[in-house]
């Protein structure tokens, strides 16, 4: 079924292009009025511009402000970054740094050409750096909400044990809005899974092309895109990719100087890779540290969890349930070539274990399309328990996965409310006349002894 025509007969009894209209007159003034319209609206295109204006709106509302120090999240660093290179930048300069950024090379103001360009408009074209998190809330919406329009579809035809839901809202959570001020990666992340399911529904060439730009947004996905075109070039092959997810969790089978040569090829890697040693052993040096602290009650419990890693666990739980089970083998192809390619970046990430930081990006997109194979396969119409041949492990491995990810979800709550304000609710714009306006944590542990 073509998700762009979900429900399309049904668009003028549900949600008129007038209603449409008056709720981005005013999602100004109020932005989850296009949440409603989302929810109350069929057609999935007016569905996913509705969604995406909200991120942008959402965007608008980030409270990031410039600091000369560059000191807090990335995105403090990225809006600095605007004003230091992109103030005022020519045109031949703009073009200059493109030349070089597309070799790989890099510039002063950035190693990918997505921030490159969406920067150069909003410090030089434009001349309001503050536009630049709205710009990429454009891009960033569109890619997230999509995929998740894509996933969620059939959210209305099913009723769910609290179990199911629980899975559903630990992935919903992860990568979710707040990601947008990191602006690379996460862009990136989103695009590639919105070009995989795409390609995966219409077998459409220009998805994979689209996939193909993941490094211009991002210069770490030359590697990171690579398993899921090694899907597409070995296809869906569920029991070979089951033994080799399997194997790689025990064993490592890539020596770490071909990973080295392969990212040393062009100018970016190979400064990476001088940094990286430094930079994993200051990971472990703060993991370390994290857990010490939560023995001895410094920090909360599910940081602590995040860092210790055992998130890992509880998606190794779920996958053997599903492949133990039968489960995994009687999806539906969608759902199963889906489920297939977060495989295939699991193994990646085991494989590399060695790549700290790149073994984590692997591991997050994984779980990403994992998770998401298992929605489509456990929302959509064709599913029944009784198609699994061993259904209580199935059963089983689902429940004791949810127990394991109730800390990491506490922890995407908690980082969601970080970068959140009460501007999200009202008047998003307001945040550029009050910048150290507190976030919902923030007035949280104001109001309440927490």
């Known amino acids: 079924m073509n998700v762009r025509h979900l429900g399309s007969a049904h668009v003028a009894r549900s949600m008129g292009k007038r209603d449409i209209g008056f709720s981005l007159l005013i999602s100004p003034f109020f932005p989850p009025v296009l949440l409603y319209a989302a929810w109350k609206c069929k057609n999935f295109g007016h569905r996913h511009w ?29 809006l600095l ?46 001349g309001v750096p503050e536009l630049f998190f709205p710009m990429v809330g454009i891009f960033y919406g569109y890619f997230f909400t999509g995929s998740m329009l894509i996933i969620f579809r059939n959210i209305y035809h099913r009723k769910l044990p609290w179990v199911i839901i629980f899975l559903c809202l630990c992935f919903f959570l992860t990568r ?69 997810f399997t194997l790689s969790s025990q064993i490592s089978l890539v020596a770490p100087d071909v990973a080295v040569d ?3 090829q062009v100018d970016i890697g190979q400064q990476k890779v001088i940094d990286r040693s ?49 489960a995994y083998f009687s999806m539906n192809i969608f759902a199963k070539n889906i489920l297939s390619n977060g495989l295939m970046m699991l193994i990646a990430s085991n494989l590399l274990w060695f790549l700290g930081i790149a073994a984590g990006r692997f591991w997050g997109l994984g779980f990403l399309l994992v998770m998401a194979g298992f929605i489509l396969w456990r929302l959509g119409t064709e599913f029944s328990i009784e198609k699994i041949i061993w259904d209580k492990a199935y059963i089983l491995a689902s429940y004791i996965s949810a127990l394991l990810f109730f800390p990491y979800v506490i922890y995407y709550i908690s980082k969601l409310m970080d970068f959140m304000t009460i ?6 714009w307001l945040t550029s006349i009050y ?13 309440l002894p927490i």
């Open 278 to 326: 430094d930079r994993d052993q200051a990971d472990l040096d703060d993991r370390a540290k994290v857990i010490e602290q939560q023995m001895q009650g410094g920090t909360r419990l599910w940081r602590a969890y995040m860092v210790a890693g055992y998130q890992k666990i509880a998606l190794d739980v779920l996958i053997y349930g599903l492949i133990f089970s039968g």
């Open 176 to 244: 979710n809005i707040e990601s947008l001020q990191a602006v690379r990666n996460p862009t990136a992340g989103w695009v590639l899974i919105y070009g995989i399911l795409r390609f995966q529904e219409t077998k459409k060439l220009r998805y994979i092309a689209l996939m193909a730009t993941t490094p211009l947004i991002h210069f770490s996905f030359l590697l990171l895109a690579l398993p899921a075109f090694v899907f597409l070039a070995i296809g869906n092959k569920p029991m070979v990719y089951a033994i080799m």
């Open 435 to 447: 910048p150290d306006i507190f976030s919902i944590k923030e007035m949280l542990r104001f109001v």
């Open 423 to 428: 501007f999200v609710f009202a008047f998003p």
């Open 50 to 78: 509705l969604l995406t204006i909200f991120v942008v709106w959402y965007a608008v509302s980030l409270p990031i402000a410039y600091d000369p120090t560059g000191e807090g999240p990335d995105g403090v660093r990225h």
């Open 262 to 264: 392969f990212i040393s």
């Open 81 to 126: 970054s605007v004003y230091t290179f992109y103030s005022d930048m020519t045109f031949h300069q703009f073009m200059s740094d493109s030349f070089e950024i597309v070799q790989f090379k890099g510039a002063p103001g950035s190693n990918d050409l997505f921030k490159h360009i969406v920067a150069y408009f909003a410090g030089s074209v434009i």
